[in-house]
């Protein structure tokens, strides 16, 4: 007995050294975590990503609007189904570490040429009782079989553990769609607000050019101005108020824009103008390079795919190896079903064990090998690039807020001279002082110069908001 062991031993060890001869070599690399040490010389710690969103906006209008897109958005939905779908894999990986058992029945007959070998067997052979065999011969058989590879070289363990971290991948994936769904949500709502502003503003000013053509008029009824000023502002006047449908349009197309999102057909937005008037928050810290690494969920999603690509390379390199499986069954057989209590006559049983192992021809292993080689280098390059990528999109919404906070500022002091010329304007023109022209580019500079200040108050916005989404934050 003791020989026969040592056999099978020096059997299993022969196959698995003439199997694992001619493994490739692969070229290794390992993932760069290295990040700068902060963004534009800030060391603060407290990044907005803390915040949940629900804090982050204070327009009630807007996280009403974002709870709705959270739940119906059809992208996000479409990407919990893929969740589910990755669950299911762990379940069908996890089941195939397990033996397979099945139960058949069945049921045929056979009936043998009399002058044959099998045929005269049939023929003079008494098997019951003293009963010749029946004829045909019937088969009547219920039986249990059963079959399990055992998982010596880690094989299916690993790529169970595979699909987990592609579990865990994918629910990253769906945290990382929030942050962007927030962030879509939020621009949209904020380009509404603005777009509301900017009609407010073409209003007032058509009012404002309205005045100034009757009094233009009345000037020339007095013969003080000229037909040609008449024309001239009026003409401004027609030109500002075909604007105004200009706005209308990108109102309703932005509407539907945030419908799109909230998974609903078109219908008017509720919103607070007031929330466009608000000043910027003082506090929009972005944090440290390094925490976008535990903050932002794609970076964690790529880190899960290098796990996941790893442990298929293993998986592969399994495929090298012998295979062992075992395979039993135990049932009951006999030509007439009534026999079956007969035992142990009608009892059938084996059981059996299988080494298998590649020898020649293993050209389709050695390429699995290496494209789960390649594919665990090109998960690694892409986890590089989206650390590189979260960290230039951080870097450009610091560096952004601060510019556009200097921009707001001088454009709002242009402004406030520009309202002031325009009443200058007016004045000198009354006074026969200045002519029509330059009441007109007045009005025209100043009527862009207020426009230019909701853009750039919206872009503040916007920025703000990229800033969040950038440093992690919307998905917690």
């Known amino acids: 007995m003791k020989k026969i062991r040592y056999k099978i031993y020096v059997g299993i060890v022969l196959i698995t050294f ?33 915040q949940n969103w629900k804090d982050f906006f204070s327009d009630q209008y807007l996280t009403d609007l974002i709870d709705s897109a959270l739940v119906n958005n059809q992208e996000l939905n479409i990407i919990m189904q893929e969740i589910y779908m990755s669950n299911n894999e762990i379940s069908a990986k996890k089941g195939e570490l397990l033996p397979y ?8 007959f056979d009936k043998s040429a009399k002058y044959t070998t099998d045929g005269a067997v049939e023929e003079n052979v008494d098997i019951i009782e003293g009963q010749g065999n029946p004829s045909p011969i019937q088969d009547y058989g219920i039986a249990f079989t059963a079959s399990w590879e055992v998982d010596i070289w880690r094989k299916l363990r690993n790529s ?22 927030v962030e ?6 904020y380009e509404l607000l603005s777009l509301d502003k900017q ?38 006047v027609l030109n500002t108020k075909s604007y105004q449908f200009e706005i209308k349009q990108r109102i309703v197309e932005t509407e539907n824009e945030i419908n799109f999102l909230l998974g609903r057909y078109p219908q008017p937005i509720l919103r607070n103008s007031v929330s466009f008037e608000s000043d910027m928050p003082v506090n929009l810290n972005a944090g440290l390079p390094s925490q976008l690494l535990e903050n932002r969920p794609d970076i964690k999603a790529a880190e899960l795919e290098i796990i996941a690509s790893n442990l298929d390379i293993k998986v ?23 026999y079956f209590v007969k035992s142990p006559e009608s009892i059938l049983y084996s059981m059996a064990g299988d080494l298998v192992a590649p020898l020649i021809n293993r050209k389709a292993i050695k390429a699995n090998y290496l494209n789960a080689n390649s594919r665990q280098i090109q998960a690694i390059y892409d986890y590089e690039r989206t650390i ?30 520009l309202n002031k010329a325009i009443s200058t304007a007016g004045d000198l023109f009354r006074s026969a002082r200045a002519d029509y022209m330059e009441v007109l580019l007045t009005q025209r500079d100043a009527l ?5 200040q909701v853009e750039y108050k919206k872009l503040q916005f916007l920025s703000m908001i990229s800033l969040y989404k950038a440093c992690g934050g919307g998905w917690k």
């Open 388 to 417: 590189l990528n979260a960290y230039v999109e951080t870097y450009n919404q610091v560096s952004k807020i601060d510019n556009l906070q200097q921009t707001y500022d001088l454009k709002k002091q242009e402004v406030d001279v």
């Open 101 to 108: 058992v099945n139960v058949g029945a069945g049921a045929g």
């Open 18 to 50: 003439l199997t694992a001869c001619g493994i490739p070599k692969l070229s290794q690399k390992v993932e760069n975590k290295a990040v700068p040490e902060a963004f534009i010389n800030g060391t603060d710690t407290n990044s907005v990503a803390n």
């Open 160 to 181: 169970r553990d595979a699909a987990v971290a592609r579990y865990l991948a994918s629910i990253e994936g769906q945290n990382f769609m929030k942050t962007k769904l």
């Open 448 to 452: 862009d110069s207020r426009l230019e």
């Open 199 to 236: 009609l407010e503003i073409i209003q007032d000013y058509i009012q404002l050019q309205t005045n100034a053509l009757k009094t233009v008029r009345l000037q020339k009824k007095a013969g003080e101005a000229t037909e040609l000023a008449v024309q001239k502002f009026e003409a401004e």
């Open 184 to 189: 879509e949500v939020a621009s949209a709502y």
């Open 316 to 338: 592969a390199k399994a495929q090298f190896y012998p295979s062992f499986d075992i395979s039993a069954g135990v049932g009951l057989r006999a030509f007439n079903p009534a």
